[in-house]
C-alpha cells in the first residue's frame, strides 16, 4: 500500500471538456507530484509541490494546473481537455530525499 | 539536463533464466538512482534504490549497483520467474526532488 488513492480511475472527456483529478495521501509527507505516463516515454513531471500551499512547474505543465489546499491532498485539472491530453496520470507522495510512492493511476481518453 | 537510458524491450525470457536490463544515467553530481517495477494496470512499485557509489540495492532477488565510473544502475536477477514480467523503469533524483525516468523495459517471461 503505497498509502496514495486517485480518483476516478478511468475518465472519458470530449475536447473541450473540463475535470480535476483528485489524489490523497494517508501520510503527512509536504511533497507531492503529479506525472503522466505516454507509451515508449516513461514519466514525465507535470508539476509539484513542495510543501502546503506551493507548486511548480515540472517539465510538461502546459494544459495543466494544480491545487495544494491542504497537506493531504493535491489535485490537476484540466480546464479544456485535447487529445494530447489522452494518457495515464500518476500522483505520487515523496518520503525523504527522493523516494516516491505512486498511487494506481487515471487512465483518461480525450476524444 | 538531466536524463536516464535504460535498453530497450521488449524482453522475452524464459522462466529461471537470468535477467539483465541495462540503465545508464547523466547527472550533474551522485544522484540516487532507483528500479520501479509496473504490473499490467497498476501504479509504479519501488523495488529497490541506491544513495551513492558502489551502493547495492536489493530485493526480491533483484539487484543494481551504482557504479559511478560508468554512471550505470543495471538491474539483475540470476532466475526469473513468470510472476517477473511486468514493466521495468529506471529512474534518477532530479533537481526538484522529482525522479526522471527512463522510457521503461517490458519484461515477459514464458513458463
Known amino acids: 500500500n503505497a498509502g496514495v488513492t486517485q480518483t476516478p480511475k478511468f475518465q472519458v472527456l470530449k475536447t473541450g471538456q473540463s475535470m480535476t483529478l483528485q489524489c490523497a495521501q494517508d501520510?503527512?509527507?509536504?511533497?507531492m507530484y503529479w506525472y503522466r505516463q505516454d507509451p515508449g516515454m516513461g514519466l514525465r513531471l507535470i508539476y509539484y509541490?513542495?510543501?502546503?500551499?506551493?507548486?511548480d512547474k515540472g517539465e510538461v505543465p502546459n494544459g495543466y494546473n494544480v491545487s495544494r489546499l491542504n497537506k493531504r491532498e493535491f489535485s490537476l485539472r484540466l480546464e479544456s481537455a485535447a487529445p494530447s491530453q489522452t494518457s495515464v496520470y500518476f500522483c505520487?507522495?515523496?518520503?525523504?530525499?527522493?523516494?516516491?510512492?505512486f498511487g494506481p493511476g487515471t487512465r483518461l481518453t480525450v476524444t | 539536463g538531466d536524463s536516464v537510458t535504460q535498453m530497450e524491450g521488449p524482453v522475452t525470457l524464459s522462466e529461471e533464466a537470468f535477467l539483465t536490463i541495462n540503465c545508464t544515467y547523466t547527472?550533474?553530481?551522485?544522484?540516487?538512482l532507483f528500479w520501479y517495477v509496473q504490473y499490467p494496470g497498476e501504479g509504479l512499485q519501488l523495488l529497490l534504490k541506491?544513495?551513492?557509489?558502489?551502493d547495492k540495492g536489493s530485493n526480491k532477488g533483484f539487484e543494481a549497483t551504482y557504479r559511478k565510473e560508468t554512471t550505470s544502475f543495471h538491474l539483475e536477477k540470476g532466475s526469473v520467474q513468470v510472476s517477473d514480467s511486468a514493466v521495468y523503469f529506471c529512474?534518477?533524483?532530479?533537481?526538484?526532488?522529482?525522479?526522471?525516468f527512463g522510457k521503461g523495459t517490458k519484461l515477459s517471461v514464458k513458463p
Open positions: 529512474a534518477s533524483g532530479g533537481s526538484q526532488g522529482n525522479l526522471i
Open positions: 501520510m503527512n509527507h509536504n511533497s
Open positions: 509541490s513542495a510543501s502546503e500551499g506551493t507548486t
Open positions: 505520487a507522495r515523496r518520503v525523504g530525499s527522493y523516494e516516491q510512492y
Open positions: 547527472a550533474t553530481g551522485y544522484p540516487s
Open positions: 541506491a544513495t551513492k557509489a558502489d
